[in-house]
């Protein structure tokens, strides 16, 4: 099965603030990456899809990248609304869609 | 609008069964895939399973298999999962959720979750 990590685990950072979470997949998955925001007791909103896609009605200071085993979400500048925590996601393969551990970004 | 709605939350004994429903709207519900993912408390996400609604077709977790059985009813647009031989650590929130339209695998509307809760 495809293994993902995230990094860091957490984070604590600041209103405006531009925040950076990296990904990594255990082989290659193409950009079948996925991103997702999850609030405590909400279920996760898709934030982005096929590594770099913004999903309809999320903000464009959301935005991803990255291809093969390496992946990055970028928050360009923090809001209040953004303290949750976010997910990576592989859906190369489509007998297992693994998700990473989680990054949590609370407030400074 | 599109979205899931899922039963209500659920109290098992060890080595029970549950059966949570995820009643689909506002789309054709024969064109996306479902899958279900749980969270147990404090924990991360785990994908558990995916079915096609227009035939039926399903992939599970390996850890799962042979516990766990997913399957729709598209008279009512209604996805099931259904899990045997409940554990303790089974305990969780169980989520389902449809298919991106552009990337299966991608899950983009949610259900609301359902609480699972195993205790004797």
Redesign the interface.
């Known amino acids: 099965d495809i293994q993902m990590t995230q990094s860091p685990s957490s984070l604590s950072a600041s209103v405006g603030d531009r925040v950076t979470i990296t990904c990594r997949a255990s082989q290659s998955i193409s950009s079948y990456l996925n991103w997702y925001q999850q609030k405590p007791g909400k279920a996760p909103k898709l934030l982005i899809y096929a590594a770099s896609s913004l999903q309809s009605g999320v903000p464009s200071r959301f935005s991803g990248s990255g291809s093969g085993t390496d992946f990055t979400l970028t928050i360009s500048s923090l809001q209040p609304e953004d303290f949750a925590t976010y997910y990576c996601q592989q859906s190369y393969s489509t007998e297992v869609f693994t998700f990473g551990p989680g990054t949590k970004v609370d407030i400074k | 609008q599109v979205q899931l709605v899922q039963s209500g939350a659920e109290v098992k004994k060890p080595g029970a069964s549950v059966k949570v429903s995820c009643k689909a709207s506002g789309y054709t519900f024969t064109s996306y895939g479902i ?1 279900w ?1 749980r969270q147990a408390p404090g924990q ?4 558990m399973g ?1 079915i096609s609604a227009y035939n039926g077709n399903t ?1 599970y ?2 850890k799962l298999q042979g516990r766990v059985t997913m399957t729709t009813d598209t008279s009512t647009s209604t996805a099931y999962m259904e899990l045997r031989s409940l554990r303790s650590d089974d305990t969780a929130v169980y ?1 389902c ?1 449809r298919d ?1 339209g ?7 509307i ?4 359902t609480m699972v809760t195993v205790s004797s």
């Open positions: 899958s993912v991360g996400l785990e994908w995916w992939n977790a390996q989520y959720a991106h552009r990337i299966v695998g991608a899950f983009d949610w259900g609301q979750g």
